[in-house]
């Protein structure tokens, strides 16, 4: 069974830094795509980056420049580089894996979520 465990989330001023990290665990597919997904009160959850298993990236338009989406094989885990906080990124982070060799950003294209941790940026 896979699980997945975010972690890092918090309280951070505009401007600032925050890494998050998805322990993953039960995943034997040798080809998949792991992402970060962010949703908002009164919000659709919507995708932020996406990593294949080949170490192909995606990113939404509006965190390019400013996130950075990695993955260490040997520890199992997903990270998420996130510089220059915005108020706008405030959120709640989820990580999500899917089996299969295509790069993917579409929460509904995921089978399989942690239970998020709580990004909040303030002003």
């Known amino acids: 069974q896979v699980q997945l465990v975010e972690s890092g989330g918090g309280s951070v001023q505009a401007g600032g830094s925050l890494r998050l990290s998805c322990a993953a665990s039960?995943?034997?597919?040798?080809?998949?795509?792991m992402g970060w997904f962010r949703q908002a009160p009164g919000k659709e959850r919507e995708g932020v980056a996406a990593i294949d298993s080949y170490g192909s990236t995606i990113y939404a338009d509006s965190v390019k420049g400013r996130f950075t989406i990695s993955q260490d094989n040997a520890k199992n885990t997903l990270y998420l580089q996130m510089n220059s906080l915005k108020p706008e990124d405030s959120a709640m982070y989820y990580c999500?894996?899917?089996?299969?060799?295509?790069?993917?950003?579409?929460?509904?294209?995921?089978?399989?979520w942690g239970q998020g941790t709580q990004v909040t940026v303030s002003s």
């Open positions: 999500a894996a899917e089996e299969g060799g295509w790069l993917l950003l579409d929460p509904g294209d995921f089978g399989h």
């Open positions: 039960g995943y034997t597919a040798s080809r998949y795509c």
